[in-house]
């Protein structure tokens, strides 16, 4: 199972075993890592997921859709290249060892 690396802003790491199929955010929210909260479920509809990617893993992810990037413009403070919603992130077997940073806050 994929190993995933939350970083809170304070620079605590939640390392979590993430099942192909669920989501960046899923992974988050079902092991209790604070900092992303979801409020939509999942739909792409609130931008309160929002993570920077590791720039390392940048390149690697699936690229990003309009519906996302539309979202993305209600996220607090984004970096371009970075920020992602962690909802639009399906995980698969070939992202152990992702890390994703969470913002300073939600929104
Ligand atoms: Fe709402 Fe990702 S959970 S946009």
Known sequence: MPKI???EFS?????V???SGLTV????RDNGVPGIEADCGGACACS???AYVDPDWVEKLPAIEDMEE???DFAYETQPGLSR???QIKV???MDGLVVKLPEKQI
Request: one cysteine or more; glycine letters at 8%; a negative charge.
């Open 92 to 94: 698969t077997d070939d």
């Open 11 to 15: 620079g605590k790491e939640h390392v």
């Open 85 to 87: 919603l962690t909802c």
């Open 48 to 50: 309160t997921c929002h």
């Open 70 to 72: 539309d979202m993305l």
């Open 5 to 7: 690396t939350y970083v």
């Open 17 to 19: 075993d993430v099942a």
């Open 25 to 28: 955010m899923e992974g988050a």
